[in-house]
Nanobody, 126 residues
Framework: QVQLVDPGGVLVQAGDYLRLSCQTSGLTFSSTAMGWFRQALGRTREFVARITWSGTSTYYADPVKDRFTISRDNAKNTVYLQMNRLKTEDTAVYYC???????????????????WGQGTQVTVSS
């Protein structure tokens, strides 16, 4: 059984920083591309970032580029999302996701991923 655990709900202030983590089990993590998505209230789930299995390539949505950093520790089966200079519009439930394919043309879409974490609420107050 594949599990992705991205624990907790967090409240921070605008301008703060926060690191999300997502630990996986049941996957060959070191050969699995990982992504982060988010879903704000009343909106569809949107792509945030992706990292290849080796960690050598990363991809970001424009709203988070230069503020967020995705990384991974294959020894810990964990993917991270470092979020800096948070804005109120970053408020959302954040989901980690796993893609069994090493390369995907659909990596900015939810259909490009096979497994999902349960989500972590991040609230950024002004």
């Amino acid at each position: 059984q594949v599990q992705l655990v991205d624990p907790g709900g967090v409240l921070v202030q605008a301008g703060d920083y926060l690191r999300l983590s997502c630990q996986t089990s049941g996957l060959t993590f070191s050969s699995t591309a990982m992504g982060w998505f988010r879903q704000a209230l009343g909106r569809t789930r949107e792509f945030v970032a992706r990292i290849t299995w080796s960690g050598t390539s990363t991809y970001y949505a424009d709203p988070v580029k230069d503020r967020f950093t995705i990384s991974r520790d294959n020894a810990k089966n964990t993917v991270y999302l470092q979020m800096n200079r948070l804005k109120t519009e970053d408020t959302a439930v954040y989901y980690c996701a796993a893609d069994r394919l090493p390369y995907s043309a659909d990596y900015t879409y939810t259909r490009g991923y096979d497994f999902w974490g349960q989500g972590t609420q991040v609230t950024v107050s002004s």
